[in-house]
């Protein structure tokens, strides 16, 4: 208590010290003062707008060319959120997926490597459908859906 009390009347005599030192006028700051421009200071005002594009595009007609040959449906497309070697893991992503208000389907595939059970959304008619419910579960953190063309 006492180091605390020295401590306390120290900084309270260093506070009075600072308090009694005269201020010398080099050590301030000198004053800024703002002043209005006056009229003559301003730069002359422009007699005409030095651009003349905005009265050219009022004016102009722009040529677009259409191309009349009818676009081909790339679909349907389908999504795949995961390939399991085993069911089980297959029904619990698709329970995870139905969780996330989407209807998905495992469908089991036999290849040159062994049985695989795909879990599948789709079909989709455009790829941007399938883009955006892929954006959906991934706000959902299901990753890793690949989109591909089902033909």
Same mark, same amino acid.
């Given at each position: ?5 020295l401590?306390?009347?120290s900084?309270g005599?260093?506070?009075?010290y600072l308090k009694?030192q ?12 703002r002043t209005?421009p006056t009229v ?6 422009p007699?005409?707008e030095?651009y003349?594009?905005?009265k ?6 722009? #040529? ?7 676009? /081909?449906p =790339?679909?349907p497309?389908?999504? *795949? ?5 085993q069911?089980e ?5 698709r ?7 989407f ?11 062994g ?13 941007r #459908?399938?883009t955006?419910d892929?954006n959906?579960l /991934?706000q =959902?953190?299901?990753?890793?859906c *690949? ?5």
């Amino acid at each position: 208590m006492i180091i605390t009390a020295l401590l306390l009347a120290s900084f309270g005599w260093f506070l009075w010290y600072l308090k009694q030192q005269p201020v010398s006028p080099e050590k301030t700051a000198p004053a800024i003062t703002r002043t209005k421009p006056t009229v003559d200071d301003l730069p002359a005002k422009p007699v005409a707008e030095p651009y003349q594009y905005i009265k050219e595009l009022e004016n102009r007609e722009i #040529q677009v060319e259409v191309d009349s040959t009818p676009r /081909q449906p =790339q679909g349907p497309f389908q999504m *795949q959120c995961g390939s399991f070697r085993q069911a089980e893991q297959a029904e619990a992503m698709r329970a995870q997926i139905a969780f996330a208000g989407f209807t998905s389907t495992v469908r089991r595939t036999e290849g040159s490597n062994g049985v695989w059970f795909r879990v599948v959304l789709g079909p989709y008619d455009s790829r941007r #459908q399938a883009t955006a419910d892929r954006n959906r579960l /991934q706000q =959902q953190n299901i990753n890793g859906c *690949q989109i591909w063309n089902w033909t």
